[in-house]
C-alpha cells in the first residue's frame, strides 16, 4: 500500500536554528516527491518535485533531499516567516493518483 | 499564482441537501483533482479528471460525484450531504507533475 509518513508533527524552533523535517514513503515505484508549504486558511503552495534518490533542489532557505525510503527539508537559519505546515505527497509510477502525509506544522521564535 | 478560483469559498448547509463545488482554472491544465483535509488524515483525494468527461476515482470517493464538460471547470457534487463531509476541499491543477492548489472552500454539514 502506498503511504507517506511526516515527523515531527510539530516543531517549534528558534530564529535562525537550523533544523530538518523528515517525510518517509513506500510506493510502488515512485514517479515524484513533491513538498509543499500550507499556511493557515490558504491552500497548499508548491515548493519542490524530487525524482530520484540522490537529487537535491534548494530554494532560499529550504532545502529539499531524497532518498530511496525518504526524504528530508532541511530549513538554515529559519525566520518567522517560515511558519507554516509542510506537506509531502508522492506520485506513483502507475496511475495519477497522489499521496499525501499529514504534515509538519513548524513554527519559529523570534 | 496559478489562475485557480474556488466557488463558493464557504458554505453551511444541512444534512440531506444536494451540494456543489466549483473549481475553475484559468491555466488549461489538463489534470484537475478534488481533495477533502481534515486533522489527523491530511489530503485525500476525491475525484481527478484527465481530461473533459475523463474522470475517476480516487481514494475516498464514495458519496461524491464530479464532472468536467469543459477544460477550465470541474464541479464536485454532494448529491445527499452528511455531517461526515463537513471538511474543507481543495481543487489542484497539474500538466505535468507537481499541482497547484485553490484557495479552498469551507463546507460545513449541520
Known amino acids: 500500500e502506498d503511504q507517506v509518513t511526516q515527523s515531527p508533527e510539530a516543531l517549534r524552533l528558534q530564529e535562525g536554528e537550523s533544523s530538518s523535517l523528515n517525510c518517509s514513503y513506500t510506493?510502488?515505484?515512485?514517479?515524484?516527491l513533491f513538498w509543499y508549504r500550507q499556511d493557515p486558511g490558504k491552500g497548499p503552495e508548491f515548493l519542490f518535485t524530487l525524482y530520484s534518490a540522490g537529487e537535491e533542489k534548494e530554494k532560499e532557505r529550504l532545502k529539499a533531499t531524497l532518498t530511496k525510503k525518504e526524504s528530508f527539508l532541511h530549513i538554515t537559519a529559519p525566520k518567522p516567516e517560515d511558519s507554516a505546515t509542510y506537506l509531502c505527497a508522492v506520485q506513483p509510477n502507475t496511475g495519477n493518483q497522489f499521496y499525501f502525509g499529514t504534515g509538519t506544522s513548524l513554527t519559529v521564535i523570534p | 499564482d496559478a489562475g485557480i478560483t474556488q466557488s463558493p469559498r464557504h458554505k453551511v448547509t444541512e444534512t440531506g441537501t444536494p451540494v456543489t463545488l466549483r473549481c475553475h482554472q484559468t491555466e488549461n491544465h489538463r489534470y484537475m483533482y478534488w481533495y477533502r483535509q481534515d486533522p489527523g488524515h491530511g489530503l485525500r483525494l476525491i475525484h481527478y479528471?484527465?481530461?473533459?468527461?475523463?474522470?475517476d476515482k480516487g481514494e475516498v470517493s464514495d458519496g461524491y460525484s464530479v464532472s468536467r464538460s469543459k477544460t477550465e471547470d470541474f464541479l464536485l457534487t454532494l448529491e445527499s450531504a452528511t455531517s461526515s463531509q463537513t471538511s474543507v476541499y481543495f481543487c489542484a491543477i497539474s500538466e505535468f507533475y507537481e499541482q497547484y492548489f485553490g484557495p479552498g472552500t469551507r463546507l460545513t454539514v449541520t
Open positions: 510506493v510502488s515505484g515512485l514517479r515524484g
Open positions: 479528471s484527465y481530461g473533459v468527461k475523463d474522470t
